[in-house]
């Protein structure tokens, strides 16, 4: 949702980096985590998803992603076109999307259709065999290089997945340990006020153009259950990795942290897939654990991923030069207790009519859009964000204070004509 990989592995926010949405490569003159890994003497291994969109490796030693995923699936390639149905780089098919911008999708007209009413269906089995799926290949790959390189010098390896991102196919295994009967639709679903929601939320409220058949409740459910499904076949290949670093003897002296590019609204709102600055969205998942450094519990401060570069960067003591957008947050991995008194910030869509920009301080979350209805939410008393204090004129001194702060760290351009 938020150019995520480019912010995790540069330090840098989207308007400093300048890889517009995930179809702008990155500007090569920015360094990377691998750079920067990679000069300090650790070999550094990509295995997996990361949406570099043109050939640069970024500073990667050691790189395989989606196309060595089809070169290993040969002919069963022919099975995840189908289910993708269209060309969609974020799940990988291209993974580059300049090798099919000049003559288009060759998968175009030899896939097998189904029913669906849109682009991404509401979720089915998956017709490859477990061992087939690109989840197996991330966990069986990454444990390859973990043999091959672990016990020669210190390692750097992102073992990116793909699930729980659509497609909503997850192999049998996974997809009978959830029914569709046993899922509940979230709290705020058909709650909205769409006469005072912003256009987008409405818009997409009203009708999901990826998958227009979550409308009917029990296409919701479905989708639900294969949501989880699709979680917890990742989940699975994660832990065969984490298992392999404790068969090798590396799991007391290896940092591993566990993120994720964006959330799922999963009908909350009556939403779907990300692109909000609601919870549900942009709230993700960062664990870690660092031996001898991190201590057991949950910070209640959130942080940014801007600042995983310089935390991890300072837990192996890697000096970096370039100038980061944050610090990093050492301090609450020693103890999870210690406020971090810091406002955080995102932003989406740079450069299009659908910018917006976001500012969490404190209990408040304040969303500036460009060509929209503004958002401002007290986290503390209205944790489901249902009810938009902009609307209420006696909030204006506070919208305007975050207003304020959020300008101060980028004043979006689409204001600066404004003026």
């Known amino acids: 949702m938020h150019a995520f990989p480019r912010i995790l592995l540069t330090g840098l926010y989207t308007h400093n980096h300048q890889a517009w949405t995930n179809t702008v490569p990155w500007p090569i ?88 009413e849109g682009p991404v269906h509401t979720g089915r089995v998956s017709k490859i065999p477990e061992r087939d799926h690109f989840e197996s290949f991330v966990a069986r790959e990454s444990i390859r290089f973990l043999q091959r390189f672990s016990g020669r010098q210190p390692f750097f390896l992102v073992c990116s997945f793909l699930k729980p991102h659509d497609p909503f196919m997850p192999a049998e295994r996974f997809a009978r340990m959830f029914s569709p009967a046993e899922m509940r639709l979230p709290q705020s679903w058909d709650k909205v006020d769409l006469k005072t929601a912003p256009d987008e939320v409405r818009k997409s409220i009203t009708r999901n153009t990826p998958t227009p058949e979550l409308r009917n409740r029990d296409e919701a459910l479905k989708r639900i259950a294969y949501y989880y499904a699709n979680l917890a076949q990742m989940d699975d290949c994660a832990g065969a990795v ?49 031996p001898g450094v991190t201590k057991a519990g949950v910070c209640d401060t959130p942080v940014t991923q801007v600042s995983v570069l310089p935390t991890l960067a300072r837990l192996c003591d890697i000096p970096i030069q370039a100038k980061l957008d944050e610090d990093d947050f050492l301090q609450q991995l020693r103890d999870p207790a210690v406020p971090r008194n810091k406002p955080i910030y995102s932003e989406y869509d740079l450069r299009t009519p659908g910018a917006k920009y976001m500012i969490r301080d404190g209990d408040f979350k304040y969303t500036y859009r460009t060509h929209d209805r503004c958002e401002l939410f007290n986290l503390r008393i209205d944790p489901k964000e249902m009810n938009n204090l902009t609307l209420d004129p006696s909030n204006r001194d506070l919208e305007e204070r975050l207003r304020a702060k959020l300008f101060a760290w980028y004043m979006p351009p689409e204001r600066s004509k404004q003026q």
């Not at 998803?49 to 022919?78: C, E, I, S």
């Open 242 to 290: 984490l298992r392999e670093l404790t068969r090798l003897g590396l799991a007391d002296d290896t940092i591993v942290m566990y993120t994720s590019d964006h959330g799922e609204m999963l009908g909350a709102h009556g939403l779907w897939q990300k692109f909000q600055f609601y919870e549900e969205s942009c709230g993700v998942p960062l664990i870690i654990r660092a």
């Open 29 to 116: 003159e920015h360094k990377t985590m691998a750079h920067y890994f990679g000069q300090a003497g650790y070999v550094t291994g990509l295995v997996g998803k990361m949406h570099f969109v043109d050939a640069q490796t970024h500073g990667f030693d050691y790189r395989l992603d989606f196309n060595d995923w089809y070169q290993y699936l040969g002919p069963k390639t022919r099975l995840y076109a189908n289910e993708l149905r269209r060309a969609n780089s974020g799940s990988g098919l291209p993974q580059i999307d300049d090798l099919w911008r000049d003559y288009g999708d060759p998968w175009k007209n030899d896939r097998e259709l189904d029913d669906r």
